[in-house]
């Protein structure tokens, strides 16, 4: 049975496991509510091996693989199948997100191991595969809008895990929501790209979209595909974080850590990414609209990094780091260099993942403290952590032949060549020396200089081989993983790019990028020197601040109080949407509408004319005085008028005839 | 014409029941909810039966017609004798409300099993006299008739709401039965209007007359048959600013009356507007569709925003559903089929996703005898199944994609986009807020710490309960799968009242004013001297006592 005509079984599988420990789990031991979860994402991720196989191998392998299953709405004009489709972009998705995600339910395994709520845990976990690979597989916008929605919820549900701490309800809530301010974007753009190629099926779009016939202009000057590309990529800040939306991310470190590497560092978070890439052929049609992906990628990749420079919390620095890094897919994208993106999407998933397993790790064995500044000297005593996370901060850097050192010098590359793209890459630059700056901050503080807890109430200790296993093989991937454009960089072929050529060969024939490929391939050497003297800057720079004067960067922070509280506080840009947002809507919901409109006004009205009536009735009922000679009265006037109106009819119908009158 | 009156069944079938349980013993509880749970289990069977058997897929028009001449009103126009008659039938659209409502009473007699103990008998008795007349209201083909089942439904509801409901229950139910009875004033006289034009009660005559030029509705008058028929609907339905009745009703109701209040009753409303307002004053419709568009985007918006203060948690799901069916009227409003599908498919998600809101609400009172969101709490550590299924429906009346609340969302969107983008747009904001007040009243309810000491021994629900809410739970995702199961079947009806809405424009330039023949539409409409007047349709409209046009469909 080829699993590529029945690729509904990847996605399948951990579904039912879901299914399975949601329902049943409750009353299991953990072994099996880990087996079952386990079994379902391993199978998974052996389906998608066998499936990538069996794609690679078909003779016409460029093509892709597009299987209808069944109808799943239909209604006039509009039909959305469950179709699901596989190309070579969504080969290199689905293998991050089963590969990854694999990894990440062992580890799981041993760090959720003395919590409660363990099965409901791991049921979350394997529905968050579900719509995850839905997403990837989906083979148009309504159905990969399920996984996207339904990857939100799963976010709601891990980020929220903890449901007692009000904190992490708090923080559940808001990523739903702000994501779903996100997902009105992402829907009105499925409407728009619905009304002007009347379908929503991604290959239908795109043919159409790439037809410059196509002539569908309700915007006139402005353009279709640049509203429909920025409603969409409206979604994408939403779902990757990305200014002006991006707040959610940091707050969602509240769940448990294996969470914030699965889905907010390795797949959810780049699903934005997955999308601006997936729909490439609609942004290359619009150069405001790459302009945009570009810019906000970029603002956002500084703007991350400069606020993860203070924090002290050693999550949340690697959530700013994770915004800022998909400010860099963003960048790539933008720049129309969407096989770097991608290819850092996936470096990314390696060393962030890691990083944030190793994080967990060092949780783990500090008996659940986050703030790096009670912690220090833990080097020796737990090494693999040490060792693993260092090679994903070496990556992370750019450090010299490590996965995220090509991949960001791919994207460096491209926006240096794009024209206008200058300052662009200055700002990248100078993000990856932040980078490099934080990155080791974390290091030293973490793991260097000296002990800052009480040993007699932490006892420190390495974590159990299952959730060691997976960072030593996570380290691997961040060394090794970017080799595969390692020839290019000597002139050879770039495998990776290679491969997704057939997807992207559309849009990036028109980049600027591809236009000067010799002049690039001249500049490729001198950039990544550029870039390697950056990011060491950046270490020397946090050697010297962390290592030999460990009292300076307090001195700093006070001589530029106003900057380091600043950035401290993220800006207050939660203080400021609550303020400028929330608060005002709650005020008007609460005292105009509600009380005014509603209570005071309609219901007031309603009310009214029922006194009305009531207060009229009360005055006529004294016409009922029982006395006969008022009665004779009224009889005179009631005679008087119907003679009236007998008479004067005439003249009256004359003057006017009715209409509606039936003959 | 079938032999067996499956429709006369369907709606007299529960009115049997109320019979076989005045003859129950006052005072024996048990048999007496045991006999109302069988019979409309039993209805909702042979709803199930008759109606999906009987509606074959992609059919036009009417099923399962009865037709017989009920009150003989004399004659009247050209016509020697008229009649009121009764006139049933079922189209695809009125087929899914009539399963819902039978669906929706076996669910609401199931929740009080235990929460209703006095007056048990009445009770029932009300419930089912209620499922007659909603039942009658949906599978009506004579406005008369409509009219009649119209008002039946409002009795059982005043006492349902007057006797079982909560503290301010008697300004609750005057104020519904009140604010339903000046919008029936309005539509009882477009009635009587229609009927003196045209000397029939019988809605498909009429629509015949009225689309192929038998007769003609000046500007004004069509406008203000209209808003006469619209006003009684906007309020049943209710749209802003005539829904101020609907917090009250709910909130003062007992769980059953909420459930089939929110599940079917607001339903008649739009159900009114697609059946009437539409294919019999498609001008006026077109005129007024801006207005009622923002009227009803207004409700979406103002809705969600007061549900989202609302510290009382049945207020905030009663605002919720002013939301919702502003979503309904936007659809219809559009005038097109993807949106009217989207709609005819929202009012059942609607159905199943708010009423098992309210369901999971009233569980919630039957433990704690409140509504007041301070009261709750940190209630998932209690009650965790209730609390997963009340994540489940929040989910599913928040529109996410593979639950029922997605499709009838998407599509009403989706359509009125494809002509008023501005519109869908607005709309559209509508899908951030439920996700807020939803998930804000979640969170008060069942997160966090327990406030209260006794919500710490609450019990999580009993078998009966899960029972029901798992029934809901899988229509939920079925709606939200195999949602073309539906569609499908309300397709051809809700394209016909597109098509209804087609008529030959512009009375100046028809050359022939053809006498309109039942079996091929005039080309114009006829000619009319004066302009003003209106031609009587007696002579061309087919005679209401022949059943001949039912061979032409």
């Given at each position: 049975m080829p699993i590529l005509d029945h690729l509904w079984i990847i996605p399948l599988l951990p579904l039912l496991g879901s299914a399975i420990n949601g329902l049943l789990g409750g009353k299991w031991p953990h072994n099996i509510v880990n087996s079952v979860a386990l079994g379902a994402t391993g199978l998974s991720f052996a389906c998608a091996l066998e499936a990538v196989r069996e794609f690679?191998?078909?003779?016409?392998?460029?093509?892709?693989?597009?299987?209808?299953?069944?109808?799943?709405?239909?209604?006039?004009?509009?039909?959305?199948?469950?179709?699901?489709?596989?190309?070579?972009?969504?080969?290199?998705?689905?293998?991050?997100?089963?590969?990854?995600?694999?990894?990440?339910?062992?580890?799981?395994?041993?760090?959720?191991?003395?919590?409660?709520?363990?099965?409901?845990?791991?049921?979350?976990?394997?529905?968050?595969?579900?719509?995850?690979?839905?997403?990837?597989?989906?083979?148009?916008?309504v159905l990969l809008f399920v996984g996207w929605e339904g990857v939100g919820l799963c976010s709601y549900l891990l980020i929220g895990f903890y449901f007692l701490k009000k904190s992490a309800a708090d923080a559940g809530k808001k990523?739903?929501?702000?994501?779903?301010?996100?997902?009105?974007g992402f829907m009105l753009g499925m409407f728009l790209l619905f009304r002007a190629f009347g379908s929503l099926d991604f290959t239908t779009v795109f043919q159409?979209?790439?037809?410059?016939?196509?002539?569908?202009?309700?915007?006139?000057?402005?353009?279709?595909?640049?509203?429909?590309?920025?409603?969409?990529?409206?979604?994408?800040?939403?779902?990757?974080?990305?200014?002006?939306?991006?707040?959610?991310?940091?707050?969602?470190?509240?769940?448990?850590?294996?969470?914030?590497?699965?889905?907010?560092?390795?797949?959810?978070?780049?699903?934005?990414?997955?999308?601006?890439?997936?729909?490439?052929?609609?942004?290359?049609?619009?150069?405001?609209?790459?302009?945009?992906?570009?810019?906000?990628?970029?603002?956002?990749?500084?703007?991350a990094a400069t606020i993860g420079l203070v924090q002290t919390d050693i999550k949340k620095v690697l959530a700013y780091s994770t915004v800022s890094q998909l400010g860099y897919m963003f960048l790539a994208c933008g720049v129309g260099v969407f096989s770097a993106g991608i290819f850092h999407l996936m470096t990314h998933a390696f060393f962030k993942a890691l990083l944030f397993l190793a994080a967990g790790s060092v949780i783990h064995a500090m008996g659940g403290e986050q703030d790096m500044r009670h912690m220090g000297g833990l080097s020796k005593k737990i090494k693999y952590t040490y060792w693993t996370m260092l090679m994903a901060t070496l990556a992370i850097s750019g450090a010299p032949l490590f996965a995220g050192f090509f991949s960001k010098d791919q994207i460096l590359l491209g926006a240096y060549t794009i024209e206008g793209g200058k300052p662009l890459y200055a700002i990248g630059l100078l993000t990856a020396l932040l980078t490099a700056f934080y990155m080791f901050r974390l290091i030293f503080l973490t793991f260097h200089g000296q002990q800052r807890y009480d040993e007699h109430h932490v006892h420190v200790h390495e974590s159990p081989w299952s959730m060691l296993g997976p960072l030593v093989i996570l380290a691997v991937l961040s060394i090794f993983g970017g080799w595969l454009a390692l020839p290019a960089f000597w002139g050879g072929p770039d495998y990776f790019a290679n491969f997704l050529a057939p997807v992207f060969s559309g849009g990036e024939a028109s980049a600027a990028a591809a236009a000067s490929e010799a002049a690039a391939h001249s500049l490729e050497l001198p950039l990544a020197g550029v870039a390697v003297f950056t990011a060491l800057l950046g270490f020397a720079v946090a050697f010297w601040l962390y290592i030999r004067q460990p009292g300076k960067p307090e001195a700093i922070a006070k001589s530029v109080g106003g900057l380091y509280t600043t950035l401290l506080n993220k800006y207050y840009v939660d203080e400021l949407y609550a303020a400028v947002i929330v608060k005002p809507l709650l005020w008007l919901s609460t005292e105009v509408l509600w009380k005014i409109v509603d209570v005071a006004g309609i219901d007031g009205t309603v009310n009214g004319i029922a006194h009305g009536t009531t207060s009229l009735g009360d005055t006529v009922r004294h016409t009922q005085s029982g006395n006969t000679r008022s009665y004779a009265v009224w009889v005179v006037i009631g005679a008087l008028v119907i003679l009236a109106v007998i008479f004067l009819w005439p003249y009256w119908s004359a003057a006017r005839p009715v209409a509606g009158m039936v003959r | 014409m079938q032999t067996i009156p499956m429709l006369t069944i369907l709606i007299f079938l529960p009115a049997a029941g109320v019979m076989g349980l005045l003859c129950l013993r006052k005072d024996d509880h048990e048999w007496i909810r045991r006999f109302?749970?069988?019979?409309?289990?039993?209805?909702?069977?042979?709803?199930?039966?008759?109606?999906?058997?009987?509606?074959p897929l992609g059919s036009n028009g009417y099923k399962l017609e009865e037709f017989h001449q009920w009150i003989s009103l004399g004659p009247h126009l050209d016509a020697p004798q008229t009649w009121i008659n009764y006139h049933l039938g079922v189209d695809g659209i009125s087929m899914f409300l009539v399963i819902l409502t039978a669906f929706l009473t076996v669910v609401s007699i199931l929740c009080s099993w235990k929460s209703i103990d006095k007056r048990v008998k009445e009770f029932f008795i009300m419930i089912l006299l209620l499922e007659v007349g909603v039942v009658g209201v949906f599978l009506s083909l004579d406005l008369f008739l409509f009219f009649l089942f119209w008002e039946v439904m409002l009795i059982p509801m005043y006492f349902l709401i007057g006797?079982?409901?909560?503290?301010?229950?008697?300004?609750?139910?005057?104020?519904?039965?009140?604010?339903?009875?000046?919008?029936?004033?309005?539509?009882?006289?477009?009635?009587?209007?229609?009927?003196?034009?045209?000397?029939?009660?019988?809605?498909?005559?009429?629509?015949?007359?009225?689309?192929?030029?038998?007769?003609?509705?000046?500007?004004?008058?069509?406008?203000?048959?209209?808003?006469?028929?619209?006003?009684?609907?906007?309020?049943?339905?209710?749209?802003?600013?005539?829904?101020?009745?609907?917090?009250?009703?709910?909130?003062?109701?007992?769980?059953?009356?909420?459930?089939?209040?929110?599940?079917?009753?607001?339903?008649?409303?739009?159900?009114?507007?697609?059946?009437?307002?539409?294919?019999?004053?498609?001008?006026?419709?077109?005129?007024?569709?801006?207005?009622i568009a923002v009227l009803a985007i207004i409700g979406i918006i103002y809705g969600a925003l007061v549900a989202l203060v609302q510290p009382n948690l049945k207020k905030l799901v009663a605002y919720s559903s002013v939301s919702h069916l502003g979503f309904v009227v936007l659809g219809i409003f559009a005038f097109q089929t993807v949106s009217m599908q989207g709609a005819v498919f929202q009012m059942l998600a609607h159905g199943i996703s708010t009423g098992g809101l309210f369901l999971l609400v009233g569980m919630l009172y039957d433990r704690r005898h409140t509504f007041e969101m301070s009261q709750f709490g940190g209630l998932c550590a209690p009650m965790p199944q209730l609390a997963a299924f009340f994540l489940f429906v929040a989910l599913s009346s928040m529109g996410l994609p593979m639950l029922n609340g997605f499709v009838g969302e998407f599509l009403i969107l989706l359509g009125t986009y494809q002509v008023h983008w501005n519109w869908a747009s607005w709309a559209a904001t509508g899908v951030i807020l439920s996700a807020c007040y939803l998930l804000w009243s979640y969170q008060k309810v069942f997160y966090g710490d327990i406030t209260v000491e006794k919500n710490r021994t609450l019990p999580d629900i009993s078998t009966r309960e899960r029972a029901i809410l798992v029934t809901m739970a899988v229509i939920t995702l079925w709606m939200g799968i195999g949602s073309t199961f539906f569609t499908d079947r309300t397709a051809s009806a809700s394209q016909a009242v597109i098509d209804q809405m087609q008529r030959p424009q512009h009375a100046e330039e028809a050359i022939v004013p053809a006498p309109a023949k039942p079996s091929r539409p005039a080309p114009g409409r006829?000619?009319?001297?004066?302009?003003?007047?209106?031609?009587?349709?007696?002579?061309?409209?087919?005679?209401?006592?022949?059943?001949?046009?039912?061979?032409?469909?």
């Open positions: 690679v191998s078909e003779p016409n392998h460029q093509a892709l693989v597009h299987r209808h299953f069944f109808d799943w709405i239909s209604a006039g004009t509009f039909t959305a199948g469950f179709d699901l489709q596989m190309d070579q972009l969504t080969v290199v998705m689905l293998l991050v997100v089963t590969g990854v995600g694999f990894l990440i339910h062992i580890y799981s395994t041993g760090y959720m191991a003395h919590e409660g709520g363990y099965y409901r845990f791991f049921s979350y976990l394997n529905l968050f595969m579900f719509f995850m690979l839905i997403l990837v597989l989906a083979a148009n916008y990523a739903f929501i702000v994501n779903r301010i996100g997902d009105f159409k979209a790439a037809d410059p016939s196509w002539a569908h202009e309700p915007w006139g000057q402005f353009g279709t595909m640049t509203v429909a590309c920025l409603l969409l990529f409206m979604g994408a800040t939403g779902k990757s974080a990305q200014l002006p939306l991006y707040v959610w991310l940091p707050d969602a470190m509240e769940g448990p850590t294996p969470v914030s590497a699965l889905i907010h560092a390795a797949t959810m978070v780049t699903a934005g990414v997955y999308v601006v890439a997936r729909s490439h052929i609609l942004f290359v049609h619009s150069e405001t609209a790459m302009v945009v992906v570009a810019v906000v990628g970029c603002a956002t990749a500084f703007f | 109302a749970f069988v019979v409309s289990l039993l209805e909702l069977i042979a709803s199930v039966w008759f109606l999906l058997a009987g509606v006797i079982w409901g909560h503290d301010r229950r008697i300004y609750a139910t005057i104020k519904f039965v009140l604010y339903t009875m000046s919008g029936s004033i309005l539509m009882l006289i477009g009635i009587l209007w229609l009927y003196n034009a045209t000397g029939t009660f019988d809605l498909p005559s009429i629509q015949l007359a009225l689309q192929h030029g038998g007769l003609v509705l000046p500007r004004s008058t069509e406008t203000l048959l209209f808003l006469a028929f619209f006003v009684a609907f906007a309020i049943k339905v209710p749209l802003f600013p005539f829904h101020t009745w609907l917090p009250d009703a709910h909130v003062e109701a007992p769980t059953a009356g909420s459930v089939i209040l929110a599940g079917v009753l607001l339903k008649m409303g739009t159900y009114g507007m697609i059946r009437f307002c539409l294919p019999l004053f498609p001008d006026a419709a077109k005129r007024f569709a801006t207005p006829p000619a009319n001297a004066t302009g003003s007047a209106i031609a009587p349709i007696a002579s061309a409209a087919p005679r209401p006592n022949s059943l001949e046009r039912l061979g032409t469909r």
